[in-house]
């Protein structure tokens, strides 16, 4: 099968999305597959060759680490030679209509939030994942917790607030700490931050201006955070997050080591079916399909509470996905061909 994976992207997300298109590529290359690998971005204005010599070019060696810092996007957008305002790079559609299908290894805005899913499908071509409105809606976290919250999953208390400079000080005399603040459609945990005093509240509502005007102020909840995925319909083993320092923040999520990440997640039986039933109850509900990766917190008396679900997540050497898989004996490779077949009949469905 003729493959093309679309990587990186202009979101604060790029650099965990260049990962996971370079290990998503080798992958399926190992399993026999023509696969070419291109950056959603900047496309091929580096790339002087045919489009059909792509599905033998190397792997770029320096796209699988990920930096600590998410990227400097004016930086990225600076060093595009081509300035369109388009999110598609160079020759980047002319090559998906080369290939069976596309394989999308993206995350944040550019990729999760619907808008490439709805451009692709205008053109014709086969993509992998949820659609453009599931994906929209999954994307914005305040939607999708008004959506799951009426069928029964609990979710903690939160706000969706919109705000400038001038506004925070009256939203952090009103606001019941400890709490969480989050941009509105951001992924990665970037931006994220946990405020248990005043001061702390107004440097977090201060970086969420960074991220957009939107942010979800959420009730902070105590437990242990446990995450679980959705494969073709049915829940993976959970896995449970153990940060050796602070919470499970972009650097603890892809530096090896940073986090302790055990799966199957040492919890009681009762627990592990809660948490499957409200993550497949979430993925039904929004109308996702092929794959999804669910958080949660669950505290001491076993109660999950829901905090948000990623339509494309990470395949990063240390995502999760790809170890929730491996416990059920799915390798790496097959868990990328399992996507691939489930989203073509996902897509001709």
């Not at 993206?106 to 453009?132: F, K, N, P, V, W």
């Not at 829901?306 to 240390?318: A, H, Q, V, Y």
Request: negative net charge.
């Amino acid at each position: 099968m003729k493959i093309v994976v679309l990587a990186g992207g202009l979101s604060t997300e790029r650099n965990v999305s260049l990962s996971s298109g370079t290990m998503v590529a080798q992958a399926l290359r190992e399993r026999g597959h023509q696969v070419a690998l291109a950056d959603l971005f900047f496309g091929l204005e580096n790339y002087s060759g045919t489009l059909e010599s792509l599905y033998d070019a190397p792997i770029p060696e320096e796209w699988k680490k990920v930096s600590t810092q998410a990227p400097d996007l004016d930086a990225v957008i600076a060093a595009r030679k081509k300035k369109s305002q388009s999110i598609f790079g160079d020759r980047v559609i002319d090559l998906c209509r080369t290939a069976d299908v596309t394989f999308l290894a993206l995350h944040g805005g550019s990729g999760e939030d619907g808008r490439l899913q709805a451009a692709l499908d205008m053109h014709g071509i086969l993509y992998t994942g949820s659609d453009y409105l599931s994906s929209g809606i999954a994307m914005d976290k305040d939607m999708t917790k008004q959506l799951v919250a009426a069928q029964g999953v609990i979710t903690p208390a939160w706000e969706t607030v919109e705000y400038t400079e001038a506004d925070i000080p009256a939203l952090v005399e009103r606001t019941k700490r400890p709490c969480v603040v989050k941009p509105l459609s951001s992924g990665s945990s970037i931006g994220v931050s946990i405020a248990h005093s005043a001061d702390e509240l107004r440097d977090a509502l201060e970086l969420g201006l960074h991220y957009g005007s939107k942010c979800v102020i959420e009730q902070y909840i105590q437990g242990r955070e446990i995450q679980i995925a959705v494969l073709d319909g049915e829940a993976l083993p959970s896995i449970e997050i153990i940060p050796k320092k602070g919470f499970y923040d972009y650097a603890n999520k892809y530096q090896p080591g940073a986090a302790e990440e055990v799966c199957p997640s040492p919890i009681p039986a009762e627990w592990e079916a809660k948490i499957a039933a409200a993550a497949k109850t979430v993925f039904n509900t929004i109308g996702l399909s092929v794959y999804s990766r669910a958080d949660f917190i669950v505290t001491e008396d076993g109660t999950p509470y829901f905090l948000e679900i990623n339509n494309l997540p990470g395949m990063t050497p240390t995502s999760l996905v790809p170890q929730e898989a491996a416990a059920v004996g799915i390798s790496y490779g097959e868990l990328c061909e399992r996507i691939v077949s489930a989203s073509i009949k996902a897509r001709k469905g």
